[in-house]
């Protein structure tokens, strides 16, 4: 079976609607027809500043919630990027693998450091790139199931994995980004021309996926559209409305062309109220059940712990491997 590995952070307590359907929902579809590793990446959270009592409960809740969305220990490998300590020691060699203007070019360095100020970003932040190259060429995965704002890191990826190859002989297999079209960038629903994202959307436009049901609804609500009338997939002129037909048609399994069908005639408040409804049975029974695993967390701290000894076991084959080509000294 073709190998998938792909993290998420642990930062901001609940998953928003962008990480699940750019993400999350394709983790859940490939541990059916590959070898999955997926981790909360917590070293990844570090980039910023924590308070470690938050950061130790979030870690815990990212995996529940990646549970509730449907991950099963059975038929993936879930584990927590610290608990496997090679991806510190092979982040380091690729940090010296990489060019400083290779890595100054990263995009969203430079975004998240412009909006924290150049003087606060910590090298942390401006190496993550790096530090994520070493996440997935140690598991020698072939696809890398993110959202399009994770596509230059993965060419990153393939770039030092060849080169690593090149210099040192075949290491590392070249993996590829796997990023559905129709979900590969979710919006923003106030701001309908950006990412829906943590860091910087509105509370109005982001929908976190353990907030209030209620709350939710509200927002699908007062989502912004445009005043023209017509329910048409157009996301070069109707922005708003096609991130609307994106989100209803991947929740009910239904083809844009046919939501685009019945909805022809209706107004925006008619695909918004269904929408809103969708989205409380969605939220729901999610919320449900990420409460179920937290309530639960000896078994949830064993599903990690099992997940970080498989981790563990191939990570530790592809270090060892490395080490010996760099020329690094065995230890006796
Ligand atoms: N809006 C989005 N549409 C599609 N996919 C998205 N992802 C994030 N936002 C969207 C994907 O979610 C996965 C996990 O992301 P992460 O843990 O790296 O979180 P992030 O990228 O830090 O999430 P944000 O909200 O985008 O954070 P900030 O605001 O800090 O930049 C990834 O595969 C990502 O592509």
Redesign the pocket.
Known sequence: RPRVL????P??GSF?L??Y???VRQWVALQESHDAFYMV?DL?AITVPQDPAELRANTRLAAAQLLAAGLDPERCTLFVQSHVPEHAQLGWVMNCLTGFGEASRMT?FKD?SAKQGADRATVGLFTYPILQVADILLYQAHQVP?????RQHIELTRDLAERFNGRFGETFTIPSPYILKE?????DLQDPAV??????STPKGLINLLDEPKATAKKVKSAVTDTDTVIRFDPENKAGVSNLLTIMSVLTDTSVADLEKSYEGKMYGALKTDLAEVMVDFVTPFRTRTQEYLDDPETLDSVLAKGAEKARAVAAETLAQTYERIGFLPAK
């Open positions: 792909s993290g998420i952070q930062t901001a928003h962008g990480n359907l750019g993400a990446v990844h969203q998240k993110v959202g399009e704002d994770q979900t590969a960038k979710i919006y990412k829906m994202s943590k860091s910087a």
